[in-house]
Every structure is written in C-alpha cells, then in structure tokens.
C-alpha cells in the first residue's frame, strides 16, 4: 500500500468520520489516509430497527459512493434491536475497495429502560434532526512529537514562540490538577474579574452550580503553578478514553504570555502521557482550538413531535 490512501465515508455524521480515521490509523500506523465524509442516502428510516434495515442501510451508504474515485469506501449504521423484551443497540459496517468488500457488526450493548420506553412510544416519522453549533475536538495521538508534527508549520512555530516567552517570564511551573477549595475560589475569581458576558456569566448561582459539579467523579481543575502563583485554571470532566473542557479561567495580568495557551498545551501533554484519546474542546469556535489541532464536529438537535 502507498500513501496518501483517500478513504470516502457515506455521512457527513464526524463520530462515524473520526471512528474511521481511528480504525484505519490503528490498522496501518504508517500510512496517510485522507478521510472525506459525503451525505449519501442510507434508504432507510431514520432510526433502523432490527438488523435487516441495518445492514441494508450501510450497504446503501457505500453504493451511494461507489460513482467517486476513492481507496476505500465505508458505510456504518446504527441500529436498534429487541431480545428478551430489551432494548439493545447495535451498528453495522460495511467496507469496501476495488476488489472485495468486508462487513462487520459491532457488540450489542443494552439502552436504558427510560430511551427504550421513549423508543416504544415514539412514531420515528415525527423525529427531525437539525444542524446546531459546532464544537472543536482534538484527536490524540501516542506521542507528543507525534502531536507537533500534526500541527500546521505556522501553528508549531507560534506555538513554540509562546512557550518560549512564558519559559523567560516563569523559571520554573508545572501543571497540577486539584478538587480543593482554594483553587475553586481561584478558578471563580478569575472568571468574574473575566471583562464582558464571560465575568457576568458567573453568578452565584451559576457559582455553586459549578461547586457541585467538583464534587462529582471526574470532574477536576487542571491549573499552571507558577512562579507568579496560579495564572491560569482549567474546569474539566475527564473519563478513562479522553478529557472535554468545560470552562476556563485567567489571570488577566499575565495576558502577554498566553498563560491560556499554555496550559492547553501542558493538558494536551498529560492526556498523551496517559494514552487518552481525545481532548474534547466542547462547543465554540474560538481560532485558538484550531491552531492547537482540532478539528470541527458538527452538532446537532433532536426534534421530536410526540
């Protein structure tokens, strides 16, 4: 196999698009895939049932793709499934290149009782499904040599200028992570001295809102300790596959030395060290999710007419 490989999957759906990417990386570590999602008709109801719909979806997905030039041609569908009077959900995936084609089911797993009475109730004619906002997720890889080199030339370069004139401001830091009170009370002092919607944004209800949170599994607060103290805070869930990051807090007077950014970079270093698989920046489009290698996800909203 050469480089450069152009895979086409049939969704613009990023959690099936990145699911590829991550399946085709981990098979052939050595080789560039380009990995393009095109909207292509599955042919069947919104929501499948059973595994005949199923199938027949993903099959239709890589039919719909076959009239372009590509390497690889993916279809995967979600569907859902009664045993026993339970609920269950599935997926079936269908690849495929110029000579044979491969399909694949995924394990079953078991939906709640309150989605499979919802399920039960529910004509899927009624359900829309419509475009939101977007939010920015960053794919980790196993090394973060590895990270930099997948960052543009110009974002490795301004990326490595601001850690070099934090480094001159800041002889010694490191990142540090804390459920404790006193880095709470910085965290919220940060955030309401923040100028605009962002320091308005935390009220004293939203204040203890946050409290709770921290007092859930998972949930921690990421922050730089420098030299100056505590400059910059970072609100976070984190499980065993990867971190989202909530919200976020400054010190304003150390602005000139990105201490923002920085700490993003000392995270996405720790999530590495730790074979995470992602860092997810949750929604927002803010230019600085980009330049430090995220990618965009497409959100959507679920109307359902009971």
Known sequence: MGKGKLILVGSSNPTKINAVKQAFHLVYPKIKFKVVGKDVSSGVSDQPMGEKETFLGANNRVLGLLKDEANYYVGIEGGCCFIDK??????????????????????LFQLPRKIQNLVEKIDFKTVKIKKSDQAINLLLPKSY????????????????????????ENTSYKLEESKEQDIFEIFISQHKTSKGEKGNFMTDMVESYFKN?????????????TDNGVISTAFCYE???????????????????????????????????????FFDF???????????????????????EL
């Open 86 to 107: 339970k609920l269950y959900a599935f997926a079936w995936v269908i690849t495929r290149d110029d000579k044979k084609v491969g399909c694949g089911k995924t394990s």
């Open 145 to 168: 040599d590895e990270y930099l080199a997948g960052l543009t030339k110009k974002n490795r370069h301004e990326l490595r200028r601001k850690k070099r004139k934090f480094d001159k």
């Open 213 to 225: 949170l921290l007092n859930l599994e998972g949930w921690k607060i990421y922050y730089t300790n």
């Open 239 to 277: 499980n065993e596959n990867g971190c989202y990051l909530y919200n976020s807090s400054r010190d304003k007077e150390f602005d000139y030395i990105n201490p923002g950014i920085i700490l993003y970079d000392l995270i996405i270093q720790k999530l590495i060290e730790r074979e995470m698989n």
């Open 282 to 304: 949750l929604k927002g489009t803010e230019r600085y999710k980009y330049d430090l290698g995220g990618d965009s996800v497409q959100l959507y909203d679920l109307i359902m």
